[in-house]
C-alpha cells in the first residue's frame, strides 16, 4: 500500500538551513504536501506542490521533489525559534476525493 | 471566521462508556476526515465523508463510527472505547476543488 515515510527528528543550529526530508512509495501521487503541526494545535498547511513540478519557493519555503526517487524535501531558510514543530508530510492522487496519506512527521528543534 | 471546531478538547472516561467526539465547520466544505494521531505513527485516517449521508472507512475505523445527517457536522463516535483508542484526534474539512485542508485543534482522549 501507499507509504510516505520521514525520519523522526532534526535539530538545527538558529539562523542556519533546515532540510526535512520525505520519501512515498505511490508513483500515482499527484498532490504532495508540507503540514506543520505547533505544539497544542492541529496541522496547517504550510505548501504543497504538484507532481508535474520539481521546486516551488515561497519565502524562507523551498520544496523540492525528486519524482524518479519519489523523494520530497522542505528546506527553511534562516531558522527561527519560531519554526519548532513538528512537520508532516502528505500525499495524495489525482482525483480530489483520494485518501491523503501522512507520514510519521518530522519534530524540528532549534538550538541558540 | 473559517474554522473547525472539535468538542471536547480533552477527555478521561473509562473502557466501555460510551462517548462522541463532535466536529463542526463553517466553511461549507464537502469533505469532512477523522484522524487519529499516535507517536511515531503519524496521522492515520478513521473515517470520512465526501458530503451529507456519504462516509467511508479509511485505514483504522475498527472500534468507531460515524455520521454525516447535515454538511458542517461530522461526529466521532465511539460505543464501547478501549485503552488502545487513546490517542489525539484531529477533525479536517476541505472543499472538493482545493486542497487546503482545515484542521480542528484536536481532542486528547484517555481510555482507562
Known amino acids: 500500500g501507499e507509504d510516505v515515510e520521514q525520519s523522526l527528528f532534526l535539530s538545527v543550529r538558529e539562523g542556519d538551513s533546515s532540510v526535512i526530508n520525505c520519501t512515498y512509495t505511490?508513483?500515482?501521487?499527484?498532490?504532495l504536501y508540507w503540514y506543520k503541526q505547533e505544539p497544542g494545535a492541529g496541522l496547517q498547511l504550510l505548501t504543497y506542490?504538484?507532481?508535474?513540478?520539481d521546486m516551488k519557493q515561497d519565502q524562507r519555503l523551498t520544496v523540492l521533489l525528486n519524482k524518479k526517487d519519489k523523494h520530497l524535501s522542505l528546506r527553511i531558510a534562516d531558522t527561527q525559534t519560531g519554526d519548532s514543530a513538528i512537520y508532516f508530510c502528505a500525499e495524495r492522487g489525482y482525483s480530489s476525493a483520494s485518501k491523503i496519506i501522512f507520514g510519521s512527521g518530522t519534530r524540528l528543534s532549534i538550538r541558540p | 471566521e473559517a474554522q473547525v471546531t472539535q468538542n471536547p478538547r480533552y477527555l478521561i472516561t473509562v473502557t466501555g462508556k460510551k462517548l462522541t467526539v463532535t466536529c463542526s465547520q463553517n466553511m461549507n466544505h464537502e469533505y469532512m476526515s477523522w484522524y487519529r494521531q499516535d507517536p511515531g505513527l503519524g496521522l492515520r485516517q478513521i473515517y470520512y465523508s465526501m458530503n451529507v449521508e456519504v462516509t467511508d472507512k479509511g485505514d483504522v475505523p475498527e472500534g468507531y463510527k460515524v455520521s454525516r445527517k447535515e454538511k458542517r457536522n461530522f461526529p466521532l463516535i465511539l460505543e464501547s472505547p478501549s485503552p488502545n483508542q487513546t490517542s489525539l484526534y484531529f477533525c479536517?474539512?476541505?472543499?472538493?476543488?482545493?486542497?487546503?485542508?482545515?484542521f480542528g485543534p484536536g481532542t486528547r482522549l484517555t481510555v482507562l
Open positions: 506542490i504538484f507532481s508535474n513540478m
Open positions: 479536517a474539512s476541505r472543499s472538493a476543488d482545493t486542497d487546503t485542508q482545515y
Open positions: 505511490d508513483s500515482s501521487s499527484t498532490y
